[in-house]
């Protein structure tokens, strides 16, 4: 089941959820904080700015 992130855009908060694609795709998400739904998702947050050369 992947992960997705987001960012709320009322308090600023971030956090992640677990749900599989057909979910993701219904779902309103709600932040867990402030519970709006201005809720924005983000992605690649992980290691997707690592162009590093040697
Ligand atoms: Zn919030």
């Known amino acids: ?3 997705y992130s987001y ?3 009322g308090c600023g908060k971030t ?3 677990k749900m599989t694609v057909a979910e993701h795709d219904k ?6 904080k ?3 739904r201005k ?3 983000q992605l690649g ?3 997707v700015k690592t162009s590093k050369k040697s």
């Open 34 to 36: 402030c519970d709006s």
């Open 27 to 32: 779902k309103k998400v709600k932040c867990p």
């Open 45 to 47: 947050l992980f290691g």
């Open 1 to 3: 089941m992947p992960t």
């Open 7 to 9: 960012g709320c855009e």
């Open 39 to 41: 809720t924005r998702q």
């Open 15 to 17: 956090f992640s959820l």
